[in-house]
């Protein structure tokens, strides 16, 4: 018996017998695990044998149902783990790579405002929205309007008889179309006007 566990552990035995020589519990302790042998002294009717078998057959049915959902639950955890680390392999390396490009970013930036603010004329910078996002210290020292200042509403840097040309000057240039040598008018902060030559170009985030 013990032979036969060894070699087909996923067995059940049933043994049924008229006479044995061996204790119930000393044939139990021969043979591990306990449920894995049934012992049954005769005598025994056909009836009890029927529902033994039907009972015995639904239950080794169910064990080998969970084995089978314990396996594909295994082999499901391990399919989900592989993708699991693949997802967090590529994840990774877009943060390092999203990292390099914000880095390299901040230093071309940084570079750019390095030359902006030693220019000797006057650079403003807006937004797509026409927004006022940056002013060089040329600006400031020429026109008197600080970065704050020109970041609130009203701001009355455009003369009112320009406003058309400004806009139109906002549209092509957002467009992608260059300007350069436009002479036109601004007003300082303390509403002197100054004749200037407008260049503008537009930079888009990639």
């Known amino acids: 018996v013990m032979s036969v566990l060894t070699e087909f552990g996923g067995f059940e035995i049933v043994m049924m017998t008229g006479y ?6 000393e044939l139990a302790e021969r043979i ?38 314990h396996d594909d639950l295994e082999r499901w955890l391990e399919d989900r783990t592989v993708e699991l680390l693949q997802t967090n392999q590529s994840l990774k390396k877009e943060i390092e790579a999203r990292t390099l490009v914000q880095n390299a970013l901040l230093e071309s930036e940084e570079r750019y405002r390095i030359v902006l603010e030693s220019v000797p004329d006057p650079i403003i910078v807006y937004d797509m929205e026409d927004r006022v996002e940056y002013v060089n210290p040329a600006f400031s020292r020429v026109f008197g309007w600080t970065l704050a200042e020109c970041q609130q509403s009203p701001f009355e840097f455009v003369p009112v008889d320009l406003l058309a040309q400004a806009r139109l000057l906002f549209e092509k240039t957002t467009r992608g179309q260059m300007i350069s040598g436009l002479e036109s008018c601004r007003l300082t902060k303390d509403g002197a006007p100054i004749q200037v030559s407008i260049s503008s170009a537009a930079f888009f985030d990639q």
């Open 32 to 69: 591990p695990p306990m449920h894995k042998i049934l012992y049954i002294e005769k005598p025994i009717r056909p009836k009890e044998i029927y529902q033994l078998a039907g009972a015995l057959g639904a239950k080794w049915r169910t064990e080998r149902e969970m084995e089978q959902v």
């Open 20 to 25: 044995s020589d061996i204790r119930t519990q």
